[in-house]
């Protein structure tokens, strides 16, 4: 069948012989650019999905059809229909959205509250660089739960304002979401202040790794202060051209010495800060060469040491702490606690609050000591700690923290 609908044949007859045809003989026709729009309505009922799909994906098919197919029962129809809405919507000039028709806008907005995420993704990567969108239906995407659906427009619309952006974090994003932001091209200073105040250490992480977003120096003074036990911090930090002298010195405490030598070749630092620099390069591979050449003996002389003297005790694990000493910490655990050095590990790598407090209740430590080493054993950024109760007590019954303690020796 070469024509949807020949014009010597009436409608009710090209259905009949529609109805008599196979399934892909009716899907051709369905997919044919040209077709008769009410042939494609007549189609958009057909008992194949794949015949539907066709109607779905025709940019010819009628406004009223495709607000039909809106409900669909076949998931691939109504994703191929968001993705030819979508499609078509930048094709607009720019700022026409108000131009949309009533049956276009209300299709819109039924695909934006889909019930499958994966039909509201595919409307939203369609969408994500437009100029046409409604706000309504843009604002409902950048809000989906669904990092799927909503990354995309976070991270790429173009209409989305500061004042959106800054509505949408402190409603409170996810890390998936909040990282879309984070990498979104031309950020502005008020919106980087607003992710780099969360703490997210993925997020924030991606701020700093986006040379096109604009940060204030005084911000990165402030993560500055935050990224010591925070590794993934270090390098895109230490990078950042906004660097002021004081966040330059504070970095150079902790990072690793090729870090403090890229910090030393940096422009416009005097002559004295660059000589202190490059001398605490030195001190650190130093003191780096030392830790790996011999770091089981060390540790092993440390604990006959304490044990000689007053033992293993909290004084020695503050000590190792206050070091970020992890080795010496992860030893004096084990010994501690009673538990074998591999499960001791395992909480550690957990990187979570309540593993790290079940293993200093465990040995026998205060709260206070566990608290430090959620931030220098896990790397904890200070919005992910669980802290004292009352100041000083655990924040979890020893019922909780004696399961905690369960789950990972069970595990092993």
Same mark, same amino acid.
């Given at each position: 069948?070469?024509? *949807? ?15 008599? %045809?196979?399934? #892909? ?7 044919? %650019? ?52 979508? &499609? ?23 695909? %934006?509250? #889909?019930?499958?995420?994966?039909? &509201? ?42 004042? #959106?952006?800054?509505?949408? @974090? ?20 008020? $919106?980087?202040?607003? @992710? !780099? ?6 997020? $924030? ?51 690793? !010495? ?12 005097? *002559? ?44 020695? $694990? ?79 019954? #020893? ?5 905690? $303690?369960?789950?990972? !020796?069970?595990?092993?």
């Amino acid at each position: 069948m070469s024509d *949807a609908r020949p014009s010597s044949l009436p409608l009710e007859e090209a259905k009949k012989t529609l109805a008599a %045809s196979a399934p #892909d003989a009716r899907a051709g026709v369905a997919a044919q %650019s040209h077709a008769d729009r009410e042939i494609l309505h007549y189609l958009s009922a057909d008992p194949e999905a794949a015949v539907r799909v066709e109607v779905a994906k025709n940019e010819n098919t009628g406004e009223a059809t495709n607000l039909k197919l809106t409900d669909d029962i076949d998931p691939e129809v109504r994703t191929e229909l968001a993705r030819k809405i979508g &499609r078509l919507l930048p094709n607009l000039r720019d700022g026409d959205a108000e131009r949309l028709s009533d049956l276009t806008l209300a299709t819109l907005d039924k695909l %934006s509250r #889909d019930q499958l995420p994966r039909v &509201r993704q595919a409307l939203a990567e369609e969408l994500k660089r437009s100029r046409n969108v409604p706000n309504a239906i843009l604002l409902r995407l950048a809000r989906d739960l669904k990092s799927i659906v909503s990354a995309p427009i976070l991270e790429y619309s173009p209409l989305l304002a500061d004042d #959106d952006l800054i509505e949408l @974090i402190g409603a409170g994003l996810a890390t998936e979401r909040l990282e879309a932001v984070a990498r979104r091209k031309g950020l502005s200073e008020n $919106v980087s202040d607003k @992710i !780099a105040a969360t703490l997210d250490v993925p997020a $924030v992480a991606a701020l700093l790794r986006n040379k096109d977003a604009q940060v204030r120096a005084e911000t990165l003074e402030r993560l500055a202060e935050e990224a010591e036990a925070i590794a993934e911090w270090h390098e895109p930090l230490a990078v950042r051209p906004e660097l002021s002298l004081r966040a330059i010195r504070r970095i150079s405490e902790f990072v690793a !010495a090729e870090l403090v030598e890229l910090l030393a070749e940096r422009t416009g630092l005097d *002559a004295p800060t660059r000589d202190a620099l490059r001398k605490r390069t030195r001190e650190r591979v130093a003191d780096q060469s030392a830790e790996e050449e011999d770091d089981e003996t060390r540790v092993a002389r440390l604990i006959a040491e304490a044990e000689a003297g007053e033992g293993v005790n909290e004084a020695f $694990v503050t000590d190792a702490l206050g070091r970020k000493d992890r080795a010496a910490t992860k030893t004096a655990l084990a010994k501690l606690s009673g538990l074998p050095q591999d499960i001791v590990d395992k909480m550690i790598a957990a990187k979570t609050a309540k593993a790290i407090c079940a293993l200093f209740w465990k040995a026998g430590l205060s709260m206070r000591a566990a608290l430090s080493g959620q931030e220098v054993l896990a790397g904890l950024a200070p919005s992910a700690r669980m802290l004292p109760k009352d100041g000083v007590d655990y924040p979890m019954t #020893d019922e909780e923290l004696n399961w905690m $303690v369960g789950y990972f !020796a069970d595990a092993a």
